[in-house]
């Protein structure tokens, strides 16, 4: 892997963790507004070590650990550098597997978005679909049956991997929207700021999980899934301080979020049936969707803006 490489993949996941933290931002500032100084510094200092560290280190390692088992804990997080042989013939042996159950949840966490929840509409087509959020469980499922169908013919494990893609989707996705109705509960003083902290830390933990399988569709090697996602996290973190709204005023910002999902989603699938795909696809993919939707943003904000002008500039001219 070329030093060019490298660099593009940790910005890659740097930009993608970020975006598709949007939410978890929104939610982590609004109950920090609500919470005692001491309370707020410990969160954004201690708990963004554990976010990068704990949270974002060792889940991936662990995965990869335990889809490649013979590797062993050193292993597993020096594999992608590895010269040796057999480590290499281990990890791409399993790699099929790891891909097809990133990728099923992935693709699933698109729909889900597409169908049933609320958003802006940046593209055609986003209105009609939000329309017919009733669809989404028979798409879902017949989107599962038609990969299991497919995988079978090439690999029982893999297919099992897509069982376990769409599984982790719908336990996580409950704790997400559990996550989301709780929060008018964390806003008021119900509870104290210990029990905010650790329902936060729950929280971040729940959202996480996009970002570090969507990582890896970027790579394999957990030293630079580290370093992108973690890198991510502490934006997360100055956006959640700082710049909440302004990241607010970006209206579509989590369309391309969603769609880099399913693009990664899409990848992670296509790697898992054994098409190839280079290292530098995802992160030029990530960028332009993310860039297109921002630049979307930002156009409409000034048509906004004018659109308000526009009555003001009016009755200067009528008083004239």
Avoid: C
Wanted: a positive charge; proline letters at 3%; charged letters at 15%.
């Amino acid at each position: 892997m070329s030093l060019f490489t490298i660099a593009l993949t940790i910005l890659g996941l740097s930009l993608f963790e970020t975006v598709s933290s949007v939410d978890n931002a929104i939610i982590n500032a609004e109950v920090l507004s609500g919470m005692g100084a001491r309370a707020r510094r410990w969160f954004l200092i201690w708990g963004m070590l554990f976010a990068v560290f704990v949270v974002r280190g060792l889940l991936p390692w662990l995965i990869v650990w335990l889809a490649v088992p013979q590797l062993g804990p050193i292993g597993a997080l020096t594999a992608a550098f590895s010269s040796d042989p057999v480590v290499h013939d281990a990890v791409h042996a399993a790699a099929p597997v790891l891909f097809m159950g990133g990728g099923v949840f992935l693709v699933l966490l698109f729909f889900h978005w597409l169908f049933i929840e609320p958003k802006n509409f940046g593209i055609v087509g986003e209105k009609f679909f939000s329309s017919k959020g009733v669809w989404f469980y028979a798409v879902a499922s017949v989107f599962l049956a038609l990969t299991v169908w497919f995988t079978l013919r090439t690999s029982s494990l893999v297919s099992f991997a897509a069982v376990i893609g769409s599984t982790v989707f719908f336990i996580t996705n409950g704790f997400k929207e559990n996550a989301e109705a709780q929060e008018k509960r964390l806003m008021t003083g119900a509870l104290s700021d210990l029990s905010k902290l650790l329902y936060l830390e729950i929280i971040d933990t729940t959202f996480s999980i996009d970002g570090v399988l969507g990582a890896f569709a970027f790579t394999l090697s957990v030293p630079l899934i580290i370093l992108g996602n973690g890198l991510g996290a502490v934006i997360v973190r100055q956006i959640t301080v700082g710049n909440i709204e302004r990241i607010r005023t970006l209206r579509y910002i989590k369309n391309g979020a969603m769609y880099s999902i399913f693009v990664l989603g899409v990848v992670m699938m296509g790697d898992g049936f054994g098409f190839e795909t280079p290292a530098w696809l995802s992160p030029v993919l990530t960028f332009l969707i993310v860039g297109f939707f921002f630049v979307r943003s930002i156009v409409e904000n000034k048509k906004r803006t004018r659109k308000r002008a526009l009555p003001k500039e009016r009755k200067k001219r009528r008083s004239k």
